[in-house]
């Protein structure tokens, strides 16, 4: 989705692996790549035990949201697009 000021939104999902629970990945978002965060859901273990899920709404300029996705991909985090999910999450 993109509005007249060239800012767009989009959806992702990520799993945030126990060893980076103490990592600020997604306060990283907004302070180095000044994206607008939701988070619309999340799952998570017990008392902070297993991986996370993470459903995220971003929103910022495209560069911005393409340089924060190389992020987590230099992280090595699974990551899925909402445009590639059929299940309406």
């Known amino acids: 989705m993109t509005n007249n000021s060239g800012i767009i939104q989009t959806r992702i999902r990520i799993l945030i692996p126990e060893n980076y629970h103490q990592e600020p990945i997604i306060s990283r978002l907004v302070s180095d790549y000044q994206l607008t965060v939701t988070i ?24 911005d949201i393409d340089r924060s996705l190389q992020y987590f991909r ?5 990551i899925w697009n909402g445009e590639e999910r059929k299940d309406n999450w």
């Open 40 to 63: 619309k859901a999340a799952v998570l273990g017990a008392n902070g035990a297993g991986g996370g899920w993470f459903d995220l709404n971003l929103e910022g300029l495209p560069a």
């Open 74 to 78: 230099d992280l090595k985090l699974d």
